[in-house]
């Protein structure tokens, strides 16, 4: 059995359908990450687990116990919330001590449990200082610490990372994988940036329009998403509408714009409409004539460790994206032959609108 | 590009804040001076009334008298228990204020600053009618047989808490909303999450970030009630004085105006301290939340 389980959650808000038939089963100690754009529902979801919303529909399950209806003091879950929520007139020490004051644990006991996990967040010389004399950096780890050191059942982040700048957001994203990986606590991350929860998961849970969308781990997730929502939410890709002409040898044909383009076999019949997807990391650049397909350079971007290029082709534009290891002499306008193995594109069910 | 170095720039902010400069001085500072300047004249029937020579003689009798110090008593008693009742019911009352949504907040809000809209002599009024002994209120308690004799309201200290504590609980509402304004609204749910039930995080959690809003409400409150004139003139009366009605009488009924300013100033001075004491109290205490 999982040790946390959502079973057929459902929340609706009047006639709002903010979460529909969520299933979600996540192992001990597993990091899974709930993705997805504004209003897919994963806060709500979140805020369910959590307690503070009170699902519609379906049984939540912690450790094999229904917490569904359990008041959320009494869930014993460590949340570290997007504005950090810390009490600002506390002192650091204070603000960590808060939870195991509530549990009654002694003072000696407590007073260890503190300090043991301000160091383990790098802020032991910080424990008398006020949150407000903190950056957002600093506050943001008493907030995990906060929520750490009752030793939660589950540990619930909500878009914890947001509030940061770039640069130290990924030293965060370290810290929270290592601090998560020690303690071993089974955490659940709401976030709708795909790198943030790609590097810090074992396993996405991809949302869209209050229901799980996909759920698998970052790289297989990456490169076999099940449709486009999934495909062009993690990551970029060049997707056309085609259909299925032929299959034989392991190999089917696709009929794109009159073009006939070749993928690996699905389960798809013949004559079902799909969508052509190829990632731009996966398309070289060869001498015209000689790859699928040819086109003209509209216009190339550099980034520093790579290049975009935008390429204009007869069946529509492409995104190619190189990586700058050695010079890239192409010009824009001029005209180049993109190729790509058929085992990495991707054939997926059209979205029915 | 030094600004300030060019000299019209230098005169220009007193140039520009002049006229509300102007009327501060000549509508407030010159009253004020001239209050304090009236307070130690002395006042002699038979030399014509007020004499301008400067003696502390007001000062010393009224402090030196008991009959003063039982109006001084009773007007920062009035105003200690007008502020703690309108601290206990107005900081609750914007708390669930706060919590409201939609047409019910609105709703409820008007009927908070519904008393801020009457002339304090129409509403103290309106209390005489509810609280006389063939009142509103006592004749409905005599009515269902709550009680056999009227109950006595008008000229009464309760009366008079009564309807200052109506007046006054919209500022301490205002303040306190303010403040609540501010409050991080996953505050309560992270004190729920660490186990805490939902009286402690009011308690402990949400109370003393609302500090500074209780704080003003209540400075606010003290001393509009310590100054407060109609309310207490009305439904306290003559016997039931407060300082700010003695000032009145001292001026118009006696005619001994030094003695009516050396009392005016004596509460200005007695607010000015109680209020900057009780301000640096709070602050120390709960520095934190005043960042």
């Not at chain 1, 204070?94 to 300090?115: H, P, Q, W, Y």
């Not at chain 1, 907030?143 to 957001?169: C, G, N």
């Not at chain 1, 990924?170 to 994988?177: G, K």
Request: some cysteine; charged content about 20%; glycine content about 6%.
């Amino acid at each position: 059995m999982s040790f946390l389980r959502l079973e057929g959650l459902v929340k609706r808000f009047d006639d709002f359908v903010a979460v529909e038939g969520m299933n979600l089963n996540v192992e001990k100690g597993e990091f899974v990450s709930l993705l997805g754009p504004s209003g897919c529902g994963k806060t709500t979801t979140l805020q369910m687990i959590a307690g503070f919303v009170t699902p519609t529909q379906g049984r939540i399950l912690i450790n094999n116990q229904d917490v569904t209806h359990l008041k959320p003091s009494k869930r014993n879950l460590g949340i570290v919330f997007q504005s950090y929520a810390l009490f600002h007139h506390m002192t650091i020490f204070d603000n960590v001590a808060f939870g195991l004051k509530m549990r009654k644990i002694d003072k000696v006991e407590s007073d260890e449990r503190v300090r043991e996990i301000l160091s383990l967040v790098h802020l032991k010389d910080f424990a008398h200082r006020y949150p407000r004399e903190l950056s957002g950096g600093q506050q943001q780890r008493v907030a995990l610490a906060r929520a750490m050191v009752i030793r939660p059942e589950v540990l619930l982040l909500d878009e914890p990372l947001s509030a940061l700048d770039a640069k130290i957001r990924e030293d965060m994203q370290t810290e929270l994988r290592s601090i998560q990986r020690t303690l071993g606590t089974t955490t659940i991350l709401v976030t709708h940036d795909q790198s943030e929860a790609m590097a810090l998961s074992d396993r996405v849970a991809v949302m869209n329009k209050a229901r799980l969308a996909q759920i698998d781990k970052p790289f297989a997730l990456y490169e076999h998403p099940r449709d486009s929502f999934v495909t062009e939410f993690l990551g970029k890709s060049n997707v056309f509408e085609g259909s299925i002409k032929d299959a034989n040898d392991g190999l089917s044909s696709i009929d794109v714009s009159g073009l006939n383009l070749l993928a690996n076999n699905t389960d798809h019949t013949i004559g079902q409409a799909v969508d052509f997807s190829i990632r731009p990391e996966k398309i070289r650049f060869v001498a015209q004539g000689k790859g699928v397909i040819d086109g003209t350079i509209s216009s190339r971007i550099f980034l520093g460790n790579q290049w975009v290029f935008q390429v204009e082709t007869s069946i529509g534009e492409f995104s190619v994206v190189s990586l700058n290891t050695s010079h890239i002499d192409i010009d824009q306008g001029s005209v180049v032959g993109l190729d790509w193995t058929p085992s990495e594109v991707r054939l997926l069910t059209r979205e029915v609108a | 590009m030094n600004t300030l170095s060019n000299p019209v720039n230098q005169v220009r902010p007193y140039l520009l804040s002049s006229p509300a400069l102007l009327l501060y001085i000549g509508l407030f500072m010159i009253p004020l001076i001239m209050t304090l300047m009236l307070s130690f004249y002395s006042y002699d029937v038979d030399r014509g009334g007020v004499v301008a020579e400067f003696s502390f003689t007001n000062y010393v009798e009224v402090l030196s008298d008991s009959y003063f110090h039982g109006i001084f008593f009773r007007t920062f008693a009035l105003s200690i228990a007008v502020t703690v009742l309108c601290v206990l019911l107005g900081t609750p009352e914007a708390y669930i204020l706060h919590r409201m949504s939609g047409r019910w907040k609105s709703i409820c809000m008007l009927a908070i600053l519904g008393p801020l809209l009457v002339s304090v002599v129409v509403r103290t009024l309106g209390w005489a009618i509810l609280f006389g002994s063939k009142g509103v209120i006592n004749e409905s308690l005599l009515a269902i047989g709550v009680i056999d004799t009227p109950i006595k309201l008008m000229f009464t200290n309760t009366g008079v808490i009564i309807a200052l504590v109506h007046v006054l609980v919209p500022f301490m509402v205002l303040s306190v909303w303010a403040s609540l304004q501010k409050l991080d609204p996953m505050i309560e749910n992270a004190g729920l999450s660490l186990g805490a039930s939902p009286f402690i995080v009011l308690r402990q959690i949400v109370v003393p970030q609302i500090m500074p809003g209780i704080l003003s409400g209540s400075l606010i409150v003290f001393a509009l009630t310590a100054s407060a004139f109609a309310t207490p003139s009305i439904l306290g009366g003559r016997r039931l004085k407060v300082v700010a009605t003695t000032a009145y009488d001292e001026y118009l009924g006696t005619l001994n105006w030094p003695l009516g300013a050396a009392i005016a100033v004596l509460l200005l001075v007695a607010n000015v301290i109680i209020i900057t004491t009780y301000n640096k109290f709070i602050e120390r205490k709960y520095s934190q939340a005043f960042k």
